[in-house]
């Protein structure tokens, strides 16, 4: 009987599926922007599937080693729009050596050669070369709309300077944090100022590419419907004119201030001018003198970087005071727990919050008060109820404050908290409980890093994380648990984890193949300090089809070389890598 | 031993630095079988010494010298505090039982390699004792296998959390600016000259070795 109701259920399913015209169901599926919701749809059956194909417009590979530019053709001829990743995120902290992989030349060649109607490319943490970028512009100049470039390196000014001189329809480039050659040669922004009329977006924030104030008011003056431009450094009584001149613009970015203690009178920024359509606002290395720059418009940002400022706690605590309309503020820690009680009296809409580790070394010079603890924690839980991204580097840490968190910020969708290793004692470990409610109250979480201490979270709490976060995609793992036991445990959970990271775990090579092989999503495995065996040969138990296993040696001239191996591992249709540098050792037999 | 430490003053304990005690343990252990002439094991030896001994010297150099195949889950029931009891009474037995014999089985895990003796005299496994000991002093896997038993180790020192490249640069041009005395004009060509005070993007030293120490006191 059963088998029957079964049987009638597929029958119905296909009845459905072939009942709707291809058109309509082309129609239909346009409106469907998320890419859960499209994974969803093209599993249905395989007309579906090839009707989703036809029609998705946007794709992003997660880990371009997962698959080839021709499968990806072949599925999805349609593209419009493609982002690409490549290197593990630990690139981003240094912990990845620069001939890991993740060169573009393959997919540039093939979307230059077949994707007819692609307009929109987002590589990061890639590799691509100045012949990738002339290849690129060869083929797509007339239709490509937007480039970004986030966090490559590779190439140099000259091919921005090209890609500025061809790219005429361009509406968004994109560099930030790339590292750029030639970057004193500014060439590049005088083609994009006399070339382009169109763009909207110019972000070359945090690279060390020269742009002249000469220049950058010209490009402002021709595009005017400029929203964003986030530059590099560039004196800012030299962009006067610019803003007087960018009357469209939303978003600003970079700049620099006299450095401090100079013999040079102090300019007064009081009445500086920025256009009142400006509501996101981050500005290089301002410090206490120059911070009266913001006064007036403070009252209508939205949006706030200072994480790259000079300012003493007190100096947070007078800018905040002043930005009730806030929806995303970075810092770094220097803003401290009694700027972040001022946080959460004033901001009440902020959705986003970023506080970064400052300098926490000994003898750093950050402000005294420039620590946070539990007290700013529980401050912020109960006075910003919108936030749904919130990352903090803590110096101190309660139960309480994770409960808080669980118990008032129930929007949060990513919570990534780091506890620094500064303080020799912690009023409260291990966290197990305050992780079980956090958990337990942050529902609609769907990434989530815990980086703290040893002891600082049991196997006992490892099993809660594995229990109570039931939509969590990706998850990011330090110095927690006790034993194998503790990993686990977590595995017997997290039915939605595809994304796993783990740093200074020290769980056995076999209980984290044991882990790899349980948690049912699982599609990316990053593991740095555990306890490798003699041969890594105990990795050899999550051998499966498509499951790519890397082992990345470290520098032989590094010191504490056994801390420093990683293990990388993730499901790919491309099969064994082909260019993998000496330091990465495929682990897997060849499917 | 980390974790049989544990069991008898719990928490504190803990805190104590790992390195060493094991070479200090195993030293022990051999005084023990020489005044005692492998006979008749105390239950005292069952709770100190033993596990030390049998589960211990496992970890050193990934070398597992264990007296019996039982050892092996020694590892996880020392992680429950409740199971403790349970623990050492299987110990004891197994203890007296050994040394009537003089001979046990003996499974040795060394360079990836399993080596198993169904019936090992005693004597010989005190010279394997005593290798064990002269090898595993300060050896960091001998830490890490510690770790895995429950207890945080100094090892941990060795991955201190890593600053995210672009704050690092910031941190570094901030530093460079608060200490050094280096002019800055300001003029309309201040723009070259803050470049000119960048780091330059390759730092030649690792960046993380700069973090304190303070993580081994958690």
Same mark, same amino acid.
């Given at each position: 009987?059963?088998?029957?109701?079964? /049987?009638?259920?597929?029958?119905? /399913?296909?009845?459905?599926?072939?009942?709707?015209?291809?058109? $309509?169901?082309?129609?239909?599926?346009?409106?469907?922007?998320?890419?859960?919701?499209?994974?969803?749809?093209?599993?249905?059956?395989?007309?579906?599937?090839?009707?989703?194909?036809?029609?998705?417009?946007?794709?992003?590979?997660?880990?371009?080693?997962?698959?080839?530019?021709?499968?990806?053709?072949?599925?999805?001829?349609?593209?419009?729009?493609?982002?690409?990743?490549?290197?593990?995120?630990?690139?981003?902290?240094?912990?990845?050596?620069?001939?890991?992989?993740?060169?573009?030349?393959?997919?540039?060649?093939? +979307?230059?050669?077949?994707?007819?109607?692609?307009?929109?490319?987002?590589?990061?943490?890639?590799?691509?070369?100045?012949?990738?970028?002339?290849?690129?512009?060869?083929?797509? $100049?007339?239709?490509?709309?937007?480039?970004?470039?986030?966090?490559?390196?590779?190439?140099?000014?000259?091919?921005?300077?090209?890609?500025?001189?061809?790219?005429?329809?361009?509406?968004?480039?994109?560099?930030?944090?790339?590292?750029?050659?030639?970057?004193?040669?500014?060439?590049?922004?005088?083609?994009?100022?006399?070339?382009?009329?169109?763009?909207?977006?110019?972000?070359?924030?945090?690279?060390?590419?020269?742009?002249?104030?000469?220049?950058?008011?010209?490009?402002?003056?021709?595009?005017?419907?400029?929203?964003?431009?986030?530059?590099?450094?560039?004196?800012?009584?030299?962009?006067?004119?610019?803003?007087?001149?960018?009357?469209?613009?939303?978003?600003?970015?970079?700049?620099?201030?006299?450095?401090?203690?100079?013999?040079?009178?102090?300019?007064?920024?009081?009445?500086?001018?920025?256009?009142?359509?400006?509501?996101?606002?981050?500005?290089?290395?301002?410090?206490?003198?120059?911070?009266?720059?913001?006064?007036?418009? $403070?009252?209508?940002?939205?949006?706030?970087?200072?994480?790259?400022?000079?300012?003493?706690?007190?100096?947070?605590?007078?800018?905040?005071?002043?930005?009730? !309309?806030?929806?995303?503020?970075?810092?770094?820690?220097?803003?401290?727990?009694?700027?972040?009680?001022?946080?959460?009296?004033?901001?009440?809409?902020?959705?986003?919050?970023?506080?970064?580790?400052?300098?926490?070394?000994?003898?750093?010079?950050?402000?005294?008060?420039?620590?946070?603890?539990?007290?700013?924690?529980?401050?912020?839980?109960?006075?910003?109820?919108?936030?749904?991204?919130?990352?903090?580097?803590?110096?101190?840490?309660?139960?309480?404050?994770?409960?808080?968190?669980?118990?008032?910020?129930?929007?949060?969708?990513?919570?990534?908290?780091?506890?620094?290793?500064?303080?020799? !004692?912690?009023?409260?470990?291990? +966290?197990?409980?305050?992780?079980?409610?956090?958990?337990?109250?942050?529902?609609?979480?769907?990434?989530?890093?815990?980086?703290?201490?040893?002891?600082?979270?049991?196997?006992?709490?490892? /099993?809660?994380?594995?229990?109570?976060?039931?939509?969590?995609?990706?998850?990011?793992?330090?110095?927690?648990?006790?034993?194998? !036991?503790?990993?686990?445990?977590?595995?017997?959970?997290?039915?939605?984890?595809?994304?796993?990271?783990?740093? /200074?775990?020290?769980?056995?090579?076999?209980? +984290?193949?044991?882990?790899?092989?349980?948690?049912?999503?699982?599609?990316?495995?990053?593991?740095?300090?555990?306890?490798?065996?003699?041969?890594?040969?105990?990795?050899?138990?999550?051998?499966?089809?498509?499951?790519?296993?890397?082992?990345?040696?470290?520098?032989?001239?590094?010191?504490?070389?056994? +801390?420093?191996?990683?293990?990388?591992?993730?499901?790919?249709? $491309?099969?064994?890598?082909?260019?993998?540098?000496?330091?990465?050792?495929?682990?897997?037999?060849?499917? | 031993?980390?974790?049989?430490?544990?069991?008898?003053?719990? #928490?504190?304990?803990?805190?104590?630095?790992?390195? =060493?005690?094991? #070479?200090?343990?195993?030293?022990?252990?051999?005084?023990?079988?020489?005044?005692? =002439?492998?006979?008749?094991?105390?239950?005292?030896?069952?709770?100190?010494?033993?596990?030390?001994?049998?589960?211990? #010297?496992?970890?050193? #150099?990934?070398?597992?010298?264990?007296?019996?195949?039982?050892?092996?889950?020694?590892?996880?029931?020392?992680?429950?505090?409740?199971?403790?009891?349970?623990?050492?009474?299987?110990?004891?037995?197994?203890?007296?039982?050994?040394?009537?014999?003089?001979?046990?089985?003996?499974?040795?895990?060394? =360079? =990836?390699?399993?080596?198993?003796?169904?019936?090992?005299?005693?004597?010989?496994?005190?010279?394997?004792?005593?290798?064990?000991?002269?090898?595993?002093?300060?050896?960091?896997?001998?830490?890490?296998?510690?770790?895995?038993?429950?207890?945080?180790?100094?090892?941990?020192?060795?991955?201190?959390?890593?600053?995210?490249?672009?704050?690092?640069?910031?941190?570094?041009?901030?530093?460079?600016?608060?200490?050094?005395?280096?002019?800055?004009?300001?003029?309309?060509?201040?723009?070259?000259?803050?470049?000119?005070?960048?780091?330059?993007?390759?730092?030649?030293?690792?960046?993380?070795?700069?973090?304190?120490?303070?993580?081994?006191?958690?």
């Amino acid at each position: 009987m059963g088998g029957e109701i079964e /049987g009638g259920e597929r029958r119905l /399913g296909r009845v459905l599926s072939f009942g709707i015209p291809d058109t $309509a169901l082309g129609l239909v599926m346009g409106y469907v922007e998320d890419p859960w919701d499209r994974d969803a749809i093209s599993l249905v059956c395989r007309h579906w599937c090839r009707i989703d194909a036809l029609s998705r417009k946007h794709v992003t590979v997660a880990m371009s080693y997962s698959t080839t530019p021709e499968r990806l053709f072949r599925r999805f001829p349609c593209l419009e729009s493609l982002k690409l990743k490549a290197k593990p995120r630990a690139a981003m902290f240094n912990l990845i050596s620069d001939d890991w992989g993740g060169s573009a030349s393959p997919w540039i060649r093939q +979307l230059s050669a077949t994707f007819h109607f692609l307009k929109k490319l987002h590589l990061r943490r890639m590799i691509v070369s100045d012949d990738d970028i002339a290849v690129l512009v060869r083929a797509k $100049a007339h239709m490509l709309v937007s480039l970004k470039l986030d966090r490559c390196s590779g190439f140099s000014t000259p091919s921005i300077a090209l890609v500025a001189r061809s790219c005429r329809k361009l509406e968004t480039l994109f560099l930030e944090e790339s590292a750029i050659a030639e970057e004193e040669n500014d060439e590049w922004i005088r083609e994009l100022a006399t070339h382009n009329t169109v763009l909207e977006m110019l972000n070359f924030y945090l690279t060390d590419l020269r742009a002249s104030p000469e220049y950058l008011t010209l490009l402002v003056r021709n595009c005017q419907r400029l929203k964003t431009l986030k530059i590099s450094e560039c004196f800012m009584p030299d962009l006067v004119s610019l803003f007087r001149s960018a009357q469209a613009l939303q978003e600003f970015a970079g700049g620099a201030f006299e450095e401090q203690d100079q013999p040079v009178a102090i300019r007064n920024y009081e009445n500086y001018y920025f256009p009142p359509s400006l509501h996101r606002l981050g500005l290089l290395y301002m410090g206490t003198n120059e911070m009266q720059i913001l006064f007036p418009y $403070a009252a209508a940002l939205k949006k706030l970087d200072l994480q790259f400022t000079f300012l003493s706690t007190e100096d947070h605590c007078q800018i905040v005071q002043r930005c009730p !309309n806030l929806e995303t503020l970075e810092v770094r820690d220097v803003i401290g727990d009694r700027g972040l009680q001022v946080v959460a009296q004033t901001c009440k809409k902020l959705q986003r919050l970023r506080v970064e580790r400052g300098d926490d070394d000994q003898g750093g010079l950050e402000d005294e008060q420039g620590r946070i603890s539990h007290v700013g924690m529980m401050a912020v839980a109960q006075g910003c109820p919108e936030l749904t991204y919130w990352a903090i580097h803590v110096s101190d840490i309660t139960n309480a404050a994770l409960e808080a968190v669980g118990t008032f910020s129930r929007n949060l969708n990513d919570f990534r908290l780091v506890l620094l290793d500064r303080e020799a !004692n912690i009023t409260e470990l291990p +966290l197990d409980n305050g992780v079980r409610a956090l958990l337990r109250g942050c529902t609609k979480l769907r990434r989530f890093a815990f980086y703290v201490r040893p002891g600082a979270l049991s196997d006992v709490g490892l /099993g809660y994380v594995g229990e109570f976060s039931k939509s969590v995609r990706y998850m990011l793992l330090g110095n927690v648990g006790e034993s194998d !036991n503790g990993i686990l445990q977590l595995s017997r959970g997290c039915p939605s984890l595809q994304k796993l990271e783990l740093r /200074g775990c020290f769980f056995s090579e076999h209980a +984290l193949a044991m882990a790899a092989l349980q948690l049912k999503s699982l599609r990316y495995l990053w593991v740095q300090g555990y306890r490798a065996s003699a041969t890594g040969s105990d990795l050899m138990a999550m051998v499966r089809p498509f499951w790519n296993i890397e082992f990345i040696a470290p520098e032989e001239d590094e010191p504490c070389p056994e +801390l420093k191996k990683q293990i990388l591992a993730y499901y790919s249709l $491309a099969g064994r890598r082909t260019d993998c540098p000496p330091s990465v050792t495929p682990l897997y037999p060849a499917f | 031993m980390a974790a049989d430490e544990q069991h008898q003053q719990p #928490a504190s304990a803990a805190k104590a630095a790992a390195t =060493g005690r094991f #070479a200090v343990t195993c030293g022990l252990l051999r005084q023990y079988m020489r005044e005692q =002439g492998g006979r008749c094991l105390a239950p005292a030896v069952a709770m100190g010494l033993m596990p030390a001994g049998g589960t211990d #010297a496992a970890a050193a #150099a990934d070398l597992q010298a264990a007296a019996a195949p039982e050892a092996e889950t020694t590892a996880v029931l020392e992680l429950f505090p409740q199971q403790a009891g349970t623990l050492k009474d299987e110990q004891q037995i197994r203890k007296r039982k050994e040394p009537a014999a003089e001979r046990a089985p003996l499974t040795i895990f060394y =360079g =990836g390699k399993m080596v198993v003796f169904d019936d090992f005299p005693a004597e010989k496994a005190d010279e394997i004792m005593q290798l064990v000991a002269g090898s595993g002093t300060g050896n960091t896997t001998a830490a890490q296998q510690n770790n895995a038993l429950g207890q945080p180790t100094a090892g941990l020192t060795d991955m201190p959390l890593a600053r995210k490249v672009s704050l690092r640069r910031f941190l570094e041009k901030r530093k460079n600016r608060l200490t050094a005395a280096d002019p800055y004009p300001a003029s309309t060509a201040a723009s070259e000259s803050t470049t000119s005070t960048k780091p330059a993007v390759k730092q030649e030293a690792a960046p993380w070795l700069g973090v304190n120490s303070a993580l081994s006191l958690s």
